[in-house]
């Protein structure tokens, strides 16, 4: 049984990279057939995985394969599989919004003429993701980890032609190497000190010897956590995520709001029982502040999709916080949900875009109500889950997130929480309010109409999963992962966040009703932003996203400015002046010097000969 | 010290008097004087090869240097009607320093020489260097260097005749 | 020092090379250069002469007898060239011979 469900794991990774392959190789030229077979090929993953997940749901016994790949000294990688509640939680939804996202391109990039390379990139990204998702040690990981930020090199890029897309490719994959940097350095020193890659192997080591990592606890985990910080964009890696929206929309839905920019909370619970409580302390902290920092950009921003890449900041700010105070398993509640709305509402944006011909600017769309009802609808229902209605999916999950720091006693978190739900539902009613309501504020707005079906039924189906989400056991699914022991909560209990811990749930229900009727009362109707002119300064800072683009742009410039000196200055004084010039110098001063003996006079050739001599023999006799 | 170590003393010190004088005259600076403290030195060594009892040595010696050699350097200085060499300044601190060197040269042979002890046990010495005995080996051992030799004889012959010509390309 | 042995015909031939060394090296005419040579010459003669006899090997004065000749063919070839060079140079002066220079 065990086997076969090994085989079925493998197929599940392979089969996306199989169908890039031959899209890369043999399907150039035959553009809806490679979109075909990435589609096929994602949908039988995604279906396979449902295989596996019911299987496991019957037998919960963790499954594992592996090669030995590599063995060097006493460093033995294996190439393997580990299919566990969380890694099949994970591979469920890559594979499933992947599916539901895949179809959607279909249309969305219809006429493109690269749409052969779009789907094997896409493809190429599912495979790994899906190795990210099921590897079952750290080096793995980080190769897949690698090939992720290769394939979101690729489809942010995709429209190379353009600069700022080529620039925003090039910004995210440096982005990338500054956090993967510290990733493997802390991978190198967990090696060293353990011995060991293997997730399940350092699990045992740990809790057989919970010293073992005494005094490099707090590098390792932190070290870990840099590649978290760069592939999910927190603080101060978060730069790269807003620009990668350069990419197409299906991308930003798939790559950078569902599934690769959570592949850094996803590691992070992996591993969750590696970190020592100052470094939780500081991921907690390092989260609550990304959200906040976000979720206040989000404010003043007016490119539709930089306003779901700040929320998605906002967001993944959360997941990193819950993990930061103790509660892996509400982070991955929370990833799930927000997979599931955050890919619906920029499925949604992008299907109002390509209404309107590629436009993105907000205060140029407005009235699409009637254009557009399934869009309409069901991007009402997303802002609605991400605000944190009840009983949307995004209420339930939340509210983990912040009884869980409400329950830890950390009452700074809980109120930045509570803080950036209420920017949340502000903002995001900002956007609902400019983009769907009042009058339309531009031509092409009267010509809009809504999207084909193959982009609307993806719209619904994540509909449904975001409603329903938060009541079908997600959260308890997960939580055998970190305490199998527990009692189990009964699922579809909708009011039971309310039971469990009252604060939580009714601060956010009360902040979500203020930021509701704060944007109601700013943007109704508006058909352009009051917030500039009553408040500038704030304004401008931050429309400037903090002027943190700017600030690196002076930082990188002068630490290369420096490099550049110091290299400068080694070159000229030390390979140019003291090697260079010194050995011609050193030769020309010793030929100047032997020359003076050359003064062909014969004699003092004898002489020089004669002393040659003397020294010669006074050195065999009496050395 | 019996006679034919005074003897030695003589001729050793006669050889090495003329041959100072050879080098360095204190009053004359003209070759021919120098060419004459050679032929002195070369009798007086021809003396010494007496004593060694190399007699066929020692008439070769005073027939082919001071009736030939010396001759012929006679005839070279006044062919070319060398005067007596004008004084020129001598460098004093090379000078001084080629005495040092070959001083150094000097004392380091002569300190091994003694060190050594290489005369010691032989002092039995009672060979005759007879023209019959050097006869019978350069015409029987010592056949093939010395027919070579004369080929060494003849090519410079050969060489001095094509310097001498006027027009030396 | 009962008696006259090797070293003291061996010490008389060092000195009278060193007189040689110094004449070469300190002497500016060519023809003294010459005879300082053969100074040289002789007083690696005088050795080999002595070593024969207290060797009792007759084979050294047979090499002194070779040495003569070489040198007095040496001379032939030596003093011809001197005379080539002066009637170029009208000098016999080591120092006014500066060639052996770039």
């Not at chain 1, 975001?466 to 909708?494: L, M, N, R, T, Y």
């Not at chain 2, 029987?140 to 006027?166: C, D, N, Q, R, T």
């Not at chain 3, 063919?73 to 170029?88: D, H, K, N, S």
Request: glycine share 6%; with cysteine.
């Amino acid at each position: 049984m065990n086997e076969l469900l090994g085989f079925l794991a493998w197929k599940v990774l392979f089969l996306p990279l199989l169908a890039a392959a031959v899209i890369a190789f043999f399907l150039q030229a035959r553009p809806r057939l490679a979109a075909v077979v990435s589609v096929m090929a994602v949908v039988v993953s995604f279906i396979l995985t449902v295989v596996l997940y019911a299987q496991y749901r019957n037998y919960p016994t963790v499954v594992q394969v592996a090669i030995p790949w590599l063995s060097i000294g006493n460093l033995n990688i294996e190439f393997g599989l580990h299919a566990d509640h969380l890694s099949l939680l994970m591979a469920l939804v890559v594979t499933g919004v992947g599916s539901l996202i895949h179809i959607y391109s279909i249309a969305y990039m219809q006429g493109d003429r690269s749409y052969a390379r779009f789907f094997a990139s896409l493809s190429l990204f599912t495979f790994s993701m899906l190795g990210i998702v099921l590897s079952n040690n750290f080096f793995q990981m980080f190769i897949f980890w690698e090939l992720v930020g290769v394939s979101s090199y690729l489809l942010i890029g995709f429209w190379y032609e353009k600069p700022s897309a080529a620039d925003a490719a090039k910004k995210a994959f440096l982005t990338n190497r500054i956090g993967d940097f510290g990733f493997l350095l802390g991978i190198i020193i967990l090696w060293a000190t353990t011995g060991s890659v293997k997730f399940s192997e350092l699990h045992s080591i740990l809790a057989k010897n919970p010293g073992v990592l005494d005094g490099v606890a707090t590098a390792v985990s932190l070290l870990i956590f840099c590649g978290a910080v760069g592939k999910s964009a927190q603080f101060p890696l978060h730069v790269w995520l807003p620009d990668a929206m350069e990419g197409p929309t299906p991308v930003s839905a798939l790559i950078h709001a569902a599934t690769m920019v959570a592949a850094g909370v996803y590691m992070l619970c992996r591993v969750s029982f590696l970190f020592d409580p100052f470094s939780l302390q500081i991921i907690a902290t390092t989260g609550g502040f990304t959200a906040l920092l976000a979720a206040l950009i989000a404010v003043q921003q007016n490119d539709i999709k930089r306003i779901l890449a700040y929320s998605t900041l906002s967001q993944l700010g959360y997941m990193v916080m819950a993990v930061g105070l103790n509660g892996p398993s509400a982070a991955m509640f929370h990833l799930t949900t927000h997979a599931f709305f955050k890919a619906m509402l920029f499925l949604g944006a992008g299907s109002v875009i390509h209404a309107l011909h590629h436009e993105q600017d907000i205060w140029k769309m407005g009235g699409l109500k009637s254009k557009m009802p399934i869009t309409y609808w069901t991007f009402l229902l997303g802002t609605l889950a991400l605000c944190g209605m009840w009983p949307l999916s995004g209420f339930f999950s939340k509210d983990a997130i912040l009884s869980q720091a409400f329950d830890q006693g950390n009452y700074f978190l809980f109120v930045i929480g509570v803080l950036v739900a209420f920017l949340t539902t502000f903002y995001m009613f900002r956007l609902f309010l400019v983009v769907f309501l009042g009058g339309a504020k531009a031509h092409a707005v009267d010509h809009a109409h809504e999207s084909p079906r193959v982009m609307s039924w993806p719209l619904v189906v994540l509909a449904v999963a975001s409603v329903c989400g938060g009541f079908i056991g997600i959260e308890q699914f997960v939580q055998h992962q970190f305490s199998p022991s527990a009692e189990v909560e009964p699922i579809f209990d909708i009011m039971g966040p309310f039971a469990h811990s009252p604060a939580a749930a009714f601060a956010g229900l009360l902040v979500i009703f203020f930021g509701f009727s704060l944007a109601i009362a700013i943007y109704w109707n508006a058909t352009s932003d009051p917030i500039p002119e009553k408040l500038p300064r704030l304004s401008r800072w931050l429309r400037n996203k903090f002027y943190f683009d700017e600030l690196y742009a002076r930082l990188i410039a002068l630490t290369q400015d420096s490099l550049a000196k110091v290299a400068d200055g080694c070159d000229r004084f030390l390979v140019q002046g003291l090697m260079v010039r010194g050995t011609h110098g050193s030769v020309e001063f010793f030929g100047r010097a032997l020359r003076l003996l050359q003064t062909g006079n014969l004699q003092t050739y004898a002489l020089l000969f004669a002393a040659g001599v003397a020294f010669v023999i006074c050195f065999v006799l009496f050395r | 010290m019996s006679a034919s170590d005074i003897i030695f003393y003589i001729f050793a010190a006669l050889t090495l008097v003329c041959g100072i004088l050879v080098v360095a005259n204190p009053v004359s600076r003209n070759p021919v004087t120098s060419a004459m403290f050679l032929v002195l030195t070369i009798i007086s060594m021809s003396g010494l090869f007496v004593l060694l009892h190399a007699f066929f040595l020692a008439a070769v010696q005073i027939l082919v240097y001071a009736g030939a050699v010396i001759v012929l350097f006679l005839f070279v200085i006044m062919l070319l009607d060398l005067k007596e060499e004008q004084r020129r300044h001598v460098n004093r601190v090379v000078a001084a320093l080629s005495v040092i060197v070959v001083m150094v040269i000097a004392a380091a042979i002569i300190w091994t020489i003694w060190q050594t002890k290489l005369g010691d046990g032989l002092d039995s010495a009672h060979l005759e260097g007879s023209l019959r005995a050097v006869g019978h080996l350069v015409f029987g051992k010592y056949i093939l260097p010395f027919e070579i030799l004369s080929l060494v004889l003849l090519v410079a012959m050969v060489g001095v005749i094509l310097l001498s010509k006027k027009e030396l390309k | 020092m009962s008696h006259i042995g090797l070293q003291h015909y061996l010490i008389v031939s060092v000195l009278l090379f060193s007189i040689g060394l110094l004449g070469v090296i300190i002497r500016r005419n060519v023809l003294v250069l010459y005879m300082s040579l053969e100074l040289m010459l002789n007083a690696a003669n005088l050795a080999l002469v002595a070593f024969s006899r207290f060797k009792n090997n007759l084979d050294g004065q047979i090499m002194v007898l070779f040495i003569i000749t070489v040198a007095a063919a040496e001379v032939a070839v030596g003093l011809a060239l001197i005379v080539a060079l002066y009637r170029r140079r009208q000098t016999t002066h080591v120092e006014d011979l500066t060639t052996l220079k770039l």
